[in-house]
């Protein structure tokens, strides 16, 4: 079937530091491709469209596309400098942002979003852009060759947790087809939750099936805009426990979310973006695990709980 050519807009927009393939390969979002020319096709707003840096300049090109919409995805009118002069004096933090200075978090559409993180548990990103393919062709509308839109939360309540999980989902397959009912039916609105204070608004979350505390954050910080959301996923665990609890597995979830919101300040997602990303991808961002030599038997000698949680902003001596 051959599709009319819907009429294209193309936008020139000055980048502000953006690094492209940082930000749309940072975990946030998994419907981008990129191509062998370097640029970047994926959706903005519903919208197809393609994405390349050129210079300091941010090309896009798309149906229907408005410099208004761009700005918003990509967070391009906000005062980055301002944001990052309240993060703390960290010198982790520090390396992390050096890695990836242009990284920065996108603002996503809800129902979207908070499909992704449901189906991103035990998943790599590769995987879960697998998942988001698969969701698109089998449930979506088709408006162009190979273009297939993400299906609303009613295209998916009226599914079947079988024909979910043919779409690679396993067990999350019952997580998203309860979730799109819940949204579906009104039983829980995802316009209603962007109003709401973030602690309310993440309790709302983690009332929709298969969005737990993390998830809720994911959703909160990459299609709300709130940047004191801090999803701790097993990465994000992995350099929080090494770079700052000196590697200690005693310290408790519970005490490394304290730990968190305390230290990294309001505007703590960039920060956990950037230490995630940064361990991801610099094989040399972590260092070595100490080797703790082994106790003595005496019962004076233990060291005391209290030493192992205490958080460390320090290198390493090298």
């Known amino acids: 079937m051959k599709y009319p050519e819907p009429p294209q807009v193309s936008l020139s927009l000055f980048s502000h530091g953006l690094d492209l393939d940082a930000t749309l390969t940072s975990g946030q979002s998994f419907s981008w491709k990129q191509e062998v020319n370097g640029h970047w096709r994926g959706w903005i707003d519903r919208r197809p469209c393609l994405i390349w840096a050129q210079g300091d300049a941010l090309r896009a090109v798309g149906p229907g596309l408005t410099h208004e919409a761009v700005t918003r995805y990509f967070a391009l009118d906000l005062p980055m400098r301002e944001i990052f002069a309240t993060f703390p004096s960290d010198p982790w933090l520090e390396k992390a942002q050096a890695f990836s200075p242009g990284l920065r978090i996108l603002r996503q ?171 991801r991808n610099d094989p040399k961002a972590l260092p070595p695990e100490k080797v703790t030599p082994p106790r003595a038997k005496k019962k004076a000698a233990k060291p005391s709980e209290k030493s192992a949680e205490t958080p460390s902003t320090t290198h390493p001596s090298s």
Request: aromatic share 10%; proline share 3%; charged share 25%.
């Open 109 to 279: 559409e809800p129902w979207e979003t908070l499909c992704n993180f449901i189906c991103s548990s035990l998943k790599q990103i590769t995987q879960i852009e697998q998942i988001n393919h698969e969701l698109r062709r089998a449930f979506g509308d088709e408006i162009g060759e190979g273009l297939h839109s993400f299906p609303d939360a009613s295209r998916l309540a009226l599914a079947t947790e079988a024909k979910l999980r043919a779409c690679r989902l396993g067990f999350r397959a019952r997580h998203l087809f309860v979730a799109a009912k819940q949204i579906a039916s009104s039983e829980i609105s995802l316009d209603r939750i962007a109003t709401l204070p973030t602690a309310e608004a993440r309790e709302q979350l983690m009332r929709i099936q298969g969005v737990g505390e993390k998830v809720a954050n994911c959703i909160l910080l990459f299609a709300y805009g709130r940047a004191e959301a801090f999803p701790i996923d097993v990465w994000v665990e992995r350099v929080l426990r090494r770079l700052y609890f000196h590697n200690s597995t005693r310290v408790k979830h519970e005490r490394l979310r304290a730990f968190a919101e305390s230290h990294f300040g309001p505007n703590r997602g960039y920060a956990q973006q950037f230490l995630f990303h940064w361990i």
